[in-house]
């Protein structure tokens, strides 16, 4: 095998991802499923990741399963990871995808709505983890990578719930780095505006929101899922052996919106 393909090699290896049935979740399970990976998808909407699930195991030969599980329900997650092992045997890595946030004025929340953002952005993570560990341990080049955002790395008021949580995925993230090296490594993708459809417009932006947004940005488009994508594939991948705990930023430019010249 040509030395460059070996390391996107990932036939034998059973990649696991949450918000599997989402834009960017989707498209990930597709990409591993092309390198060859057998995939675990998993989210709280059976019908369309059982779907996702079918259509990519018949697009790519690789073999793909679609698995209901409540992401804010620990037990659920526990049953998910029981039920990877059994179909597959193994995990070898851990797409912490799964969230969603939507903007709220600064003093707009309450408890309930901070708690649930950190339950579905934060804590679910921290779980399927949690259960993850003992079968990514015994695995080469075992690796967790997470759907971090922009909003939990900069001071974002009007998305006050979701960048909190995401802040704290992040840190949290990297503690896991810290701690479980060498055995498994960790890192966060730091995702700036994505199009991910109707999820975009459900979360409170309007079009003329979006194509404010896309002008800000040094590549002046907003990401695909494909673009997310390539950085879980390159976090996953053999290339990135040497690669835990940092913050990859999938922003097309976008953190330096204040500095492009005018
Ligand atoms: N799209 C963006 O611009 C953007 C930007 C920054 C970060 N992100 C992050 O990327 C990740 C994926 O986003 P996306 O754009 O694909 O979103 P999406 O809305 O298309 O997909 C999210 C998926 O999560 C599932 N889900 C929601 N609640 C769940 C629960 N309780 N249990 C299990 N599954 C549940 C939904 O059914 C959906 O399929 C998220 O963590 C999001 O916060 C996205």
Known sequence: MNPANELYDFSGKVILITGA???IGSEAARQFAMLGANVALTDINEEKVKAVAAKIQQETGSECIGIKADATNEADLKSLVEQV?????KISGLVNNVGWGKATPLWGSDTEAMVASYKLN????YNVTKYCMPYLRKEPNASVVFSGSMVGV???PEFIEYSTAKAGLINMAHSMAV??????RFNVVVIGSVDNGDATLEAGYDPAMLKKISDAIVMKRRGTPADIAHAF???MSNAASWITGINLMMDGGGMYESKMPS
């Open 233 to 235: 594939v390159f976090l």
């Open 122 to 125: 934060t804590i679910s993570a």
């Open 85 to 89: 092992v059994a179909k597959f045997g």
């Open 179 to 184: 701690a479980s090296g060498p055995e498994v």
């Open 154 to 156: 900069t001071p974002s």
């Open 21 to 23: 049935a989402g834009a």
